[in-house]
């Protein structure tokens, strides 16, 4: 299993009128904590689509347990429990800063290339950077 | 069961280095047709929160299955399958102008009160409102 | 002078936890009239995309007079005061439901290639779109 | 005069169909620039909310000299001229990596009463606080 943790700040502009992080920005939230993740690895975001390879979103499920607000020092846990073949799936918790659990998250990701959009398997340089977690 | 439909336009903001919406704004496509659909029942969703009563996100679900491009003029479904008590579930249908379905959503809300953000059921005059499509 | 005028209504993600729109949205509200203005001409936003031309952002004033809430319906109107030549200016006026006037921005706009980022001038079939406005 | 620095790194969601950080953007690196730069002086932002005082947005302009793009690691410096007195105003300089200026920015807030949106005076404590800054 491959994990990373990081952390943000929630901004100002993430709140929305109930006085709590607004639920679109968790998707954001999940999207800045996969693009560090991948850079641990070694295997850079952007890199990859200047080799040619896109990762579109194929599906989201999210959990709300508690909210978030403005300024909280979030900590957010990325988790991916399976090599990846066509697709890969990255879980995610985040944290408050007492420890609290406050939501659950997954984004499943397929790999496409950039011109013509079409389905490909995961770049073997990427499963080699993966593949010491899962032996 | 309680359907609505309703249209809106893709905006440049929307828009991703992909070339096409970033996923994080199909959460706010749902609720700007949530916040229609809940007016045409005659339930304004400005009324109930100054009425003392808001709706948190429980959880949410998305399945992408084709993109949405700028100034794509998309087709939004709202649907309620059961009468709501504790909570809500909204399911969403998004259709390209051919009539392609893009895009599969569902939210789940609970209803709180607004002073303790307390659960609640759903207000009587909401059910009210409801209560036809499921007779 | 050029003068289009549009609507659109305030999405529950605009606000924040002051509990009216968070300033960041209003670049998009003129984006969005911008879009539409520049269709009404008959000149597709999308089409001059794909033309290889592309417009960026030169520089943004905005002065807030009034704030703009959840559900508000917004009238916005676009205006084009001068022939734009290597440069076009945008200026916007927002005014609430009762005619009050909520807002006023201006954004300046370059032309420039896809292909090389070069600048360059306006378009000559967007230029005669524009002429009949300025005679 | 007031100084702050401080360093973001670009979000995929931020950019648009371009390639480069969407405009609307630039609000929000201000804004947590500001609020990191008030937090530095011991005024906490959220404990100004929490003491009844809101600080809305009067008018911002912003400087676009070239465009930030997906995981830049941008520098943003704060500054304060002026001894605030009904207003407040911060000025913004974003650098690229490689020092190069980016963008300019500036925003004038008001100070109002929570109850009521009254304008009011800059709190005194905040005084207390830049006070050092301007002697």
Redesign the interface.
Same mark, same amino acid.
């Given at each position: 299993m491959f994990e990373y943790t990081t952390k943000f /700040?929630v901004?100002? @502009?993430e /709140? *929305?009128?109930?006085?709590?992080v !607004?639920?679109?920005?968790y @998707? &954001?939230f999940y999207? $800045?904590a996969r &693009?560090e993740a991948m850079s641990s690895l070694g295997s850079?975001?952007?890199a990859m689509?200047e080799s040619g390879i $896109?990762m579109?979103? $194929?599906?989201? !499920?999210? &959990?709300?347990k508690a909210?978030l607000r403005? *300024?909280d020092k979030v900590t957010i846990k990325v988790l991916i429990k399976k090599m990846p073949l066509a697709k890969i799936l990255f879980e995610y918790e985040l944290y408050t800063e007492n420890g609290c659990l406050a939501h659950l998250g997954s984004t499943e990701l397929g790999f496409v290339t950039k011109d013509g959009m079409k389905p490909c398997r995961v770049p073997a340089w990427f499963a080699d950077c993966l593949r010491p977690f899962f032996d």
């Open positions: /700040t901004r100002y @502009a /709140t *929305d009128q109930m006085g709590i !607004h639920h679109s920005n @998707a &954001v999207e $800045l &693009v850079n975001y952007r689509e $896109l579109p979103i $194929l599906n989201i !499920h999210s &959990v709300f909210p403005f *300024d």
